[in-house]
C-alpha cells in the first residue's frame, strides 16, 4: 500500500526556517517523482516544487525560489522541503504527492496519484 506521511510542521517566525518531510512505503523511491505542494484558506494549491528521481531535476515556485530547497534520500525512503526566510505568505498545509512515473513532467501531464495527508505550517510573530 503506497503511503506518503508528511511531518516537520509547525509556528515559525517569519525569516525563521523549518524542514518538512515526506516519508514514503509501499513504493521504490528511486523510481517517483516527489513534489510539494500547498493550499492556504481560500486559496488554490499551489505546486511549490519538484524533485526528479530520473535526473535529480529539481523546479521551484517563483514565490519560493532562492528560498526553499527540495532533496532527497532514497535509502531513507524520505523527501524533505527546507524552507528558509519564511514569510507569513508562506502559511499554508503542505502536502507531498507522487505521480505515475520518475519526472516531474509526469505529474504535470498525467496528474498526481498518491497524497500524503498534509503538515501545518505558520508563519507568525
Known amino acids: 500500500q503506497v503511503q506518503l506521511v508528511e511531518s516537520g510542521g509547525g509556528l515559525v517566525q517569519p525569516g525563521g526556517s523549518l524542514r518538512v518531510s515526506c516519508a514514503v512505503s509501499?513504493?521504490?523511491?528511486?523510481?517517483?517523482?516527489i513534489g510539494w505542494f500547498r493550499q492556504a484558506p481560500g486559496k488554490e494549491r499551489e505546486e511549490v516544487s519538484c524533485?526528479?528521481?530520473?535526473?535529480?531535476?529539481?523546479n521551484y515556485a517563483d514565490s519560493v525560489k532562492g528560498r526553499f530547497t527540495i532533496s532527497r534520500t532514497n535509502d531513507k525512503k524520505t523527501v524533505y522541503l527546507q524552507m528558509n526566510s519564511l514569510k507569513p505568505e508562506d502559511t499554508a498545509t503542505y502536502y507531498c504527492?507522487?505521480?505515475?512515473?520518475?519526472?516531474?513532467?509526469?505529474?504535470?501531464?498525467?496528474?498526481?496519484?498518491?497524497w500524503g495527508q498534509g503538515t501545518q505550517v505558520t508563519v507568525s510573530s
Open positions: 524533485i526528479s528521481s530520473s535526473n535529480g531535476r529539481t
Open positions: 504527492a507522487a505521480p505515475d512515473g520518475s519526472s516531474c513532467e509526469d505529474g504535470t501531464l498525467g496528474g498526481w496519484d498518491y
Open positions: 509501499g513504493f521504490n523511491l528511486e523510481y517517483y517523482a
